[in-house]
């Protein structure tokens, strides 16, 4: 059973350009989230994505987008980077809707200069 | 909305010494509750879980009991190693589809 995982590991952008994450859910989930850690904080819930439609959103403005494809992968979008963007992105995936057991990615660095 | 509030770090222990780590919640219904450590350089990993009021998660030597009257669920191990050197997220999940993580406690275990 693979675990869930990211690329790229690192990401370096400047301050304007558009960045693309992908993720691969564990085998078997069919859920995806994104999560936004910024140094020092907790993960900050971006979305989520079942059966490849959103299934929620947290309080991220609409340059953060995503897609979920029929092998149940997942790709973060972000447009018109800004500083503060710079943060580790995690996608956790899980089996279902109940909001339990997430299991996370290793994550992607992004650093916006 | 759903919070968690957890003990401020950084916390520094000496090899076998008692942890604890502070964790309150506000939230609707009857949230599942977790903690998740991220050890340096990792993601996070799911330590342990309750899904009810007054069960007991535990894993690797740590446990957290689900008091709905305290609306708490405080991490204690009683005898840390230096491996146990990360940071510790409480987290929470309602009747919805996320994790509300608290800040993260930075705990360092020295020799």
């Known amino acids: 059973e693979t675990g869930v995982t990211q690329s790229p590991t690192h990401l370096i952008k400047t301050r304007g350009q558009q960045v693309t994450l992908r993720c691969s859910s564990q085998s078997g989930h069919n859920t995806v989230s994104w999560y936004q850690q910024a140094l020092g904080q907790g993960p900050q819930f971006i979305f989520q994505y079942y059966r490849e439609e959103e299934n929620g959103r947290g309080n991220f403005p609409p340059r953060f987008s995503g897609l979920q494809f029929p092998n149940y992968s997942s790709e973060l979008n972000v447009n018109a980077l800004e500083l503060d963007d710079s943060a580790l992105y995690l996608c956790?995936?899980?089996?279902?809707?109940?909001?339990?057991?997430?299991?996370f990615g290793p994550g992607t660095r992004l650093t916006v200069l | 909305g759903d919070s968690v509030t957890q003990m401020e770090g950084p916390v520094t222990l000496s090899e076998e010494a008692f942890l604890t780590i502070n964790c309150t919640y506000t939230?609707?219904?009857?949230?599942?509750l977790f903690w998740y450590v991220q050890y340096p350089g990792e993601g996070l990993q799911l330590l342990l879980k309750a899904t009810k009021a007054d069960d007991k998660g535990s894993n690797k030597g740590f446990e957290a009991t689900y008091r709905k009257e305290t609306t708490s669920f405080h991490l204690e191990k009683g005898s840390v190693q230096v491996s146990d050197s990360a940071v510790y997220f409480c987290a929470l999940s309602s009747n919805d589809y996320k994790l509300s993580f608290g800040a993260g406690t930075t705990v360092t275990v020295r020799a």
């Open positions: 956790a995936s899980s089996l279902g809707l109940d909001g339990d057991t997430q299991y």
């Open positions: 939230a609707t219904g009857y949230p599942s």
